[in-house]
């Protein structure tokens, strides 16, 4: 558990023992064993719904620099199309993606592209009306850290988190899926194409299955929306994936099959949003 996620666990146990006097109070008893399951009950609560849940995307996109996979400037969504999604859906689809071409732009260091796609991420996040969930000077921390990237990690992994947790405290959480779903697909299609030689790299392998056990359990949480019309087609373009990792349930490989079914369903997935 990254120190982000293990600060937050204590403030809400911090939170829990404060509350549990005036629980006690407001209902006059004190029995420790009641007072203990409603402060585990809040923590839960919180953790399950608002905090992120898959890998950083800094987790993926460090595993392919480790590779020493080159910088790739095509491969990612052209930070310029920002300003031409117009549709709920695909705004929040993209953000997704962008935040991925953000954290892999700042793996790689390359200043010009960060700033580029944090104003995609920027507007998109503006036209989806949700900035209140940012700090306002949230540019100027960018834009004075282009030259420490250990603060500008921490300042971007903040950005998707915050963002992810604002929408379900807002009743959003469809949108917060959309979000999700995008960050997926970029993911595994940056993992998928950061080679011409992906399955006779062990390493990439690795990268691809990684993300596995995330996505399966997104598809979970996702379920209980699969017909509404907001997350319908992205739920199935994840329930397509997991079926793709099934093919070898149970195993720490992939078949070349695989790979190339991955390949190419994460392409047409993600053609069919950023188009």
Known sequence: MDMKKTNKLLALALLAGILSPALQSCTGKSPKKETADVAENVIAKEIEEYTYPLPSAFEVTNMLNSIEASYIIDISNDPTKAESYFEEKTRAVNLGIYTVDLAYATTYNQKAEIQSYFTACERLIRDLDFTSAFEENLPDQIEENLDNKDQLVDIVTNMFQNAYSYLNKQGRTELSYLVLTGSVVEGLYLT????????????????????????????????????????????????????????????????????????????????????
Not at 192 to 208: C, D, G, L
Not at 209 to 231: G, R
């Open 192 to 275: 998928t194409h950061i080679s011409e030689n992906t399955f006779q790299n062990p390493e990439i392998i690795k990268a691809i299955l990684f993300q596995k056990d995330a996505i399966a359990e997104m598809e979970k949480m996702m379920e209980p929306y699969k017909d509404s019309a907001t997350v319908k087609e992205a739920y199935e373009a994840i329930k397509s994936i997991n079926a793709i990792y099934a093919l070898e349930e149970g195993t720490t490989a992939m078949s070349e099959t695989q790979v190339k079914q991955l390949t190419q369903t994460v392409t047409d997935i993600r053609a069919a949003y950023v188009q």
